[in-house]
């Protein structure tokens, strides 16, 4: 990796990650403004809020085939093109389709993100991925801090959406600017043939693991963005919380490293579901002040899912290559794009059936978020029971990524 400035890169990849993040916090803190604007009910809003996670894995999967041919600065490049044309996109936006296509268009950009920077990085830190992952990783809800205090004193200031999204302008541009001008690695230290990666996708573990995703990823995404919505007449600040939930994430990411290495993957997998479930349950039930250490606990909870899942494809089916890693970031934005508008026409069946029970206004509204967080608990619970299976069977699974390894 001569004339490689590891450093630089990785910061190409973190400021391309808050990029992405800042995307979810600043759509999450105006979608009850662009309900609003365009007249468009929770429904609509969850089909708009459902193009970005579906953009997303269409990116990775295509990401994840082409990286062996493309490798990660092409792959980084589109990502720019099409953040800076989203977001364009959705400034000039005059209605419900306009705002699908130019919220696929992020989500396609933030797949991108992801199909580039996880394989390189993994590839770039071969001999501690899971913690360098984490590491990366630090940077979405790091992101979603900065899009969420942003989006909460835009808002408070009376400045509208579309300034709102023009912020995002500046690290797409830092970003982009590294993407063209640093030379990125050859693939040295991950399997770089992509017939072998498909082939190596036939291991039960990677699959099982698949469906462990979209559970993980649906616990982790749909609370946070639907948070304003849910909580926004519970006396709690939606914005605040957010921003709660993503600094301690933040904090755990960047301190994985020892957690990690005295756990292993599958313990802190299986540690973090019991943690949410418990979590999405206390907020479910939570009034005023105890929503926030509510929203603290589910912090903790979902801070190690996402990297740690990517890292689990990379270390114990590392034959799969930057392909699997991949598929399985986008099987978990897959899941939460169809989860999404149905999570939506549920909080609206919810609320009709709190007002027709004599519920009227912001009580109406929190009884209805408290039902749906009600039902939200049963991805987290469903995961206890398949991270407890393969907890049981670790030593196992351990012995085979050795024997793999070599």
């Not at 967080?373 to 029971?385: A, K, Q």
């Amino acid at each position: 990796m001569d004339n490689i400035n590891k450093n630089k890169l990785f910061w190409a990849a973190c400021i391309s990650l808050v990029v992405t993040s800042m995307t979810f916090a600043i759509r999450a803190g105006i979608l009850t403004q662009l309900g609003v604007d365009f007249g468009i009910n929770n429904e609509q809003l969850g089909y708009i809020n459902s193009m970005a996670f579906l953009g997303f894995p269409v990116a990775m999967i295509i990401g994840g085939l082409l990286y062996n041919t493309l490798g990660a600065k092409k792959i980084l490049i589109i990502a720019f093109v099409c953040h800076m044309l989203g977001l364009i996109l959705t400034i000039a936006a005059g209605g419900f389709w306009t705002l699908i296509i130019s919220t696929f268009f992020i989500g396609f950009a933030n797949g991108s993100v992801e199909a580039a920077c996880n394989p390189m990085i993994a590839d770039m830190y071969s001999d501690n991925r899971t913690a360098m992952l984490n590491k990366f990783h630090v940077w979405f809800p790091g992101g979603l801090v900065i899009g969420s205090l942003v989006s909460k004193f835009m808002t408070d200031a009376g400045m509208g959406w579309q300034m709102q999204i023009a912020t995002m302008f500046i690290p797409t541009l830092i970003y982009g600017f590294l993407a063209f001008t640093q030379k990125f690695p050859e693939s040295e230290n991950i399997e770089s043939d992509t017939s072998k990666n498909i082939k190596a996708l036939a291991n039960p573990l990677f699959w099982f693991m698949m469906v462990c995703m979209t559970l993980t990823a649906t616990s982790e995404f749909i609370p946070q963005q639907w948070v304003e919505t849910i909580l926004g007449s519970s006396g709690a600040s939606p914005m605040l919380v957010l921003a709660l939930v993503t600094g301690i994430m933040a904090l755990g990411r960047f301190f994985a490293g020892p957690i990690v290495h005295r756990l292993n993957p599958i313990g802190v997998l299986f540690m973090s579901a019991i943690i949410t479930a418990s979590a999405i349950y206390f907020m479910s039930v939570a009034e005023g002040g105890m929503i926030y250490v509510a929203a603290a606990l589910f912090a903790l909870g979902v801070c190690y899912f996402w990297p740690t899942m990517i890292g689990f494809a990379s270390e114990y089916t590392s034959k799969t290559g930057a392909l699997g890693m991949s598929l399985m970031g986008g099987a978990g934005m897959f899941a939460t794009s169809i989860w999404n508008p149905i999570i939506g026409s549920r909080l609206d069946t919810e609320k009709a059936n709190a007002v027709a029970s004599g519920l009227q206004g912001a009580v109406a509204d929190v009884a209805a978020g408290k039902a749906v967080l009600g039902f939200m608990v049963y991805f987290p619970l469903t995961l206890v029971v398949l991270f407890g299976i393969l907890f049981v069977m670790r030593k196992k699974i351990e012995e085979r990524r050795i024997v793999q390894a070599h």
